[in-house]
């Protein structure tokens, strides 16, 4: 059943940094190439430096990376250009790149290119109501994500011990998502840039759409499919100021009020768009049609 058209397609080279829009992009067994291939690490705590870490890292998401040259199938990962909100500009293979990178933030960081088995973030939960099912409130919070997560958990992880994903490899929203929020609340800047996905899909219906696609596939193009597995659960990321858009906390309650749904038997929370692990891999474009598989 036809879903749609590839609307847009990005990639996050460093974790919590400004992505790269591209016109195509290449899906391996894991993820697309070269997402979150890299992120920061906070060397004084061990932790995984994200944009989620409002207080100690509150300009991440004005810093942004490019690759030097596009990551290939069977290849390592090549280094990437990080241009950060003070116009600084540094390669990250570099000798000096921690050193600048830690002097821009203030705290002892390295670049790295795989998480510690024990990937640990802080997370700030803001002073919104129902947000947070453990009633977290304008506190941070130590959160395992990625594979650390589902040992902690006890269940079978969908990424790959070193990951720097938070939950799982592939992200997906539509237009129809978007449009309505909009809808629903005009004043509120709802840019997709918002929300960090992977996948963004042109398609006709209103409403969040992509709820009714968990727990089935989904095909783009001519060879790649998606298993779509949950909701994708917000958090103050959302609301951040980045470039031109403006600090929000009423992205994340138009969401509470009309899409707050069940994760993983966790509770309920606000969501906008749905993760998917991949079942097959390839070259994905931007107008490629999506289609449900019955």
Request: proline share 6%; glycine share 6%.
């Amino acid at each position: 059943m036809f879903i749609g058209t590839i609307e847009a397609l990005w990639r996050f080279p460093i974790k919590s940094f400004r992505g790269e829009k591209l016109d195509q992009v290449e899906f391996d067994n894991q993820a697309v190439l070269g997402d979150r291939a890299y992120a920061l690490i906070d060397k004084e705590t061990g932790k995984v430096v994200s944009a989620k870490s409002v207080k100690l890292f509150p300009d991440l998401l004005n810093c942004g990376a490019v690759y030097l040259q596009t990551p290939q199938l069977g290849q390592e990962i090549p280094p990437v250009q990080i241009t950060l909100a003070d116009g600084t500009i540094v390669v990250s293979d570099s000798d000096e790149v921690d050193q600048i990178l830690s002097d821009y933030f203030g705290r002892d960081v390295t670049l790295a290119r795989a998480a510690p088995d024990d990937y640990t973030i802080d997370q700030y939960h803001p002073d919104v109501e129902n947000l947070d099912p453990a009633g977290h409130r304008d506190t941070s919070v130590e959160q395992k994500l990625g594979s650390a997560l589902f040992k902690e958990m006890g269940v079978e992880s969908p990424l790959t011990p070193g990951s720097f994903m938070d939950v799982f490899p592939i992200s997906v929203i539509s237009t129809s998502t978007l449009e309505y929020l909009h809808q629903l609340r005009p004043e509120t800047k709802f840019d997709v840039r918002r929300f960090r996905m992977n996948i963004v899909v042109r398609t006709e219906h209103p409403g969040f759409v992509e709820n009714s696609w968990v727990g089935n596939r989904l095909t783009i193009g001519e060879n790649v499919r998606l298993m779509v597995t949950m909701p994708d659960p917000r958090c103050v990321m959302t609301t951040l100021a980045q470039n031109e858009i403006p600090k929000d906390t009423n992205v994340l309650r138009t969401l509470i009020e009309h899409n707050r749904l069940d994760i993983m038997g966790t509770g309920k929370f606000p969501c906008a768009g749905v993760y998917a692990v991949i079942e097959a891999k390839g070259l994905v474009r931007v107008n490629d049609k999506v289609e449900h598989l019955n």
